[in-house]
Nanobody
Framework: QVLLEESGGGLVQAGGSLRLSCAAT????????MAWYRQAPGKERELVAR????????NYADSVKGRFTVSRNNAKNTVYLQMDSLKPEDTAVYYC?????????????????WGRGTQVTVSS
């Protein structure tokens, strides 16, 4: 199985940047599509960005498109979320997730593994 741990969250002013990291255990990390979700208080968890197992395909929520960039380094068993031009509306707990399937070519993402989350707070 895949164990995930996020890091890099914190407090930042509007317009600033943060880079989140998600470190995975195991030797099969490169076979899983990965994604970042976020959840604000009182709201449902939403998909922010996803990246295919090969890294060749990336998708973003409309609310973050052009500001966030997801990437991965399979040699380091790590996925990243670079967040630029942050807005107060981006404030949430951000979660890393791995797809439940290996080498998936599906257009959907089915989370099977979750990290514990990292808090991102953007002040106005």
């Amino acid at each position: 199985q895949v164990l995930l741990e996020e890091s890099g969250g914190g407090l930042v002013q509007a317009g600033g940047s943060l880079r989140l990291s998600c470190a995975a255990t195991g030797q099969t990390f490169g076979s899983y599509a990965m994604a970042w979700y976020r959840q604000a208080p009182g709201k449902e968890r939403e998909l922010v960005a996803r990246i295919s197992w090969s890294g060749g395909s990336r998708n973003y929520a409309d609310s973050v498109k052009g500001r966030f960039t997801v990437s991965r380094n399979n040699a380091k068993n790590t996925v990243y979320l670079q967040m630029d031009s942050l807005k107060p509306e981006d404030t949430a707990v951000y979660y890393c997730a791995a797809d439940r399937r290996t080498y998936s070519t599906s257009t959907t993402f089915l989370p099977g593994y979750w990290g514990r989350g990292t808090q991102v707070t953007v002040s106005s």
